[in-house]
């Protein structure tokens, strides 16, 4: 029979004794930005609703989104856009069947992050 008093040891690693893997982590921004990207729609309803009730209630919601606070997070939903837009490809291309090899994840996930930050980074010089 097993001996059951093993002590005070977990019965298996624990995940923060592990380093976490590229795809693991770009998994999990994925599932994040898709979340930032329902509430950041939620904020651009708000302000359409907003200028279709009064124009008090308009300046009200206006002045909230476009304050230092409000800015920072339409900024990170447009960082969330365009990673999430970047990882998006990124599947679409394993969807081929390609890229599946660890060198070629590494590599796609590592240009999908810089992507995704150098195009939002041009979007928001854009439009500043």
């Known amino acids: ?9 977990p019965l298996s690693p624990h995940a923060t004794i592990y380093r976490w893997p590229l795809n693991a982590i770009m998994s999990i ?3 994040i930005t898709g979340t930032a990207m329902a509430l950041g729609a939620v904020l ?19 002045g909230v989104l476009t304050s230092w606070i409000g800015d920072l997070v339409l900024f990170l ?10 990882n ?14 660890n060198e070629s994840t590494q590599q796609s996930g590592i240009i ?3 992507l995704a930050v150098v195009i939002a980074a041009l979007l928001l010089a854009a439009t500043w």
Request: charged content about 15%; hydrophobic content about 55%; aromatic content about 14%.
């Open 44 to 62: 651009v309803v708000w302000w359409f609703l907003a200028a279709a009730t009064s124009a008090e209630y308009f300046a009200t919601v206006d």
């Open 29 to 31: 921004l994925h599932r």
């Open 112 to 114: 999908g992050l810089v």
């Open 77 to 86: 939903s447009l960082l969330a856009l365009s990673y999430h837009l970047m």
């Open 1 to 9: 029979m097993a001996d059951v008093n093993r002590g005070n040891r």
């Open 88 to 101: 998006g490809v990124r599947h679409l291309i394993w969807d081929t069947g390609a890229g599946f090899d």
